[in-house]
């Protein structure tokens, strides 16, 4: 515990999302140890009173909580199960928190593992983007024990507004997989209403402005909406990323002997998108796959 009497936090990965939301847990008076795999978020946050971790290994040692905040299911089992790992530091009785997203198979090994070795262990993917992570309005969906969640509520209240415990280990993910496909198939839509304005010959940004007034009103129609209308796709949510949860999804779906055709289309979108050269613009940017006349004579 620090001198404040709050918990140390062991925060690894500071990403679009990951940075912004370390950042808010110095704000509000927590200690952070802190690890990314480049080093520049490292130097920014350790002159805002963050402390550089050399390892995941080193960032546990001295954590008595441990968030990370990584792209894919490879990267939390290398950061948590590997050398110089998370496990490898892990103090008895410390927890561990998973805010990536990733397979919720992968999510309930690791929760095992981290047990196994005396720690507790939460899967806590989010939701909001780089907006709600930087505004602290995420919407935080957790798996685990509720003695646990509990105990960590506070620190999930500093990065987020809409936070519920969805069941044991691996349904923070199993709900988190819910939101992409949501997400990515109204995304979507969205586009596909835009251009069929604009290929109609209707000025879309009128068509978005009356549809927000009605039962099609979204927070992506507003948000990626307006995204679309400017052309402006500096990620937010990167569209590689989407494209890694869609498959997520499908997978799940699959395994859980379930059908998805919209989410595999948005899938399908999403990595036509990633193929032309568009995985690092924001997911938004599916917009682009979807050229109309009027577009193309600009």
């Known amino acids: 515990m620090a001198a404040n009497g709050k918990p140390v936090i062991?925060?690894?990965?500071?990403?679009?999302?990951?940075?912004?939301?370390?950042?808010?847990?110095?704000?509000?008076?927590?200690?952070?140890?802190?690890?990314?795999?480049?080093?520049?978020?490292?130097?920014?946050?350790?002159?805002?009173?963050?402390?550089?971790?050399?390892?995941?290994?080193?960032?546990?040692?001295?954590?008595?909580?441990?968030i990370t905040m990584l792209p894919d299911s490879p990267d939390v089992e290398a950061v948590v199960l590997g050398k110089d790992g998370v496990l490898e530091g892990l103090r008895p009785t410390a927890t561990f928190v998973d805010m990536s997203t990733i397979k919720p198979a992968v999510a309930r090994r690791v929760a095992e593992a981290v047990v196994k070795k005396g720690g507790k262990a939460l899967d806590a993917p989010v939701s909001g983007g780089e907006k709600g992570a930087t505004d602290a309005t995420l919407s935080i969906m957790v798996g685990g024990p509720?003695?646990?969640?509990?105990?960590?509520?506070?620190?999930?209240?500093?990065?987020?507004?809409?936070?519920?415990?969805?069941?044991?280990?691996?349904?923070?993910?199993?709900?988190?997989?819910?939101?992409?496909?949501?997400?990515?198939?109204?995304?979507?839509?969205?586009?596909?209403?835009?251009?069929?304005?604009?290929?109609?010959?209707?000025?879309?940004?009128?068509?978005?402005?009356?549809?927000?007034?009605?039962?099609?009103?979204?927070?992506?129609?507003?948000?990626?909406?307006?995204?679309?209308?400017?052309?402006?796709?500096?990620?937010?949510?990167?569209?590689?990323?989407?494209?890694?949860?869609?498959?997520?999804?499908?997978?799940?779906?699959?395994?859980?002997?379930?059908?998805?055709?919209?989410?595999?289309?948005a899938l399908d979108r999403l990595t036509k998108l990633v193929e032309s050269g568009g995985g690092e613009k924001d997911h938004s940017a599916l917009r682009t796959l979807l050229k109309t006349k009027s577009a193309a004579t600009r």
């Open 146 to 265: 509720q003695d646990v969640f509990d105990a960590v509520l506070p620190i999930f209240q500093t990065l987020g507004k809409n936070i519920v415990l969805v069941g044991e280990s691996g349904a923070g993910q199993i709900a988190k997989t819910a939101n992409q496909l949501v997400v990515a198939v109204t995304i979507e839509a969205v586009a596909e209403a835009l251009a069929l304005a604009e290929a109609a010959g209707v000025d879309p940004a009128k068509v978005r402005a009356v549809l927000l007034g009605g039962f099609a009103q979204s927070k992506i129609l507003d948000m990626h909406g307006q995204r679309m209308l400017d052309g402006n796709f500096v990620p937010g949510f990167k569209a590689k990323l989407h494209q890694k949860d869609m498959r997520i999804v499908t997978e799940t779906a699959q395994e859980s002997g379930l059908d998805v055709p919209a989410g595999q289309l």
């Open 10 to 66: 062991g925060f690894i990965g500071l990403g679009i999302m990951g940075k912004p939301m370390a950042r808010n847990l110095i704000k509000a008076g927590y200690s952070l140890v802190v690890h990314n795999r480049s080093r520049g978020p490292v130097d920014e946050l350790e002159k805002e009173g963050a402390q550089a971790g050399s390892s995941p290994k080193d960032v546990a040692q001295r954590s008595d909580v441990v």
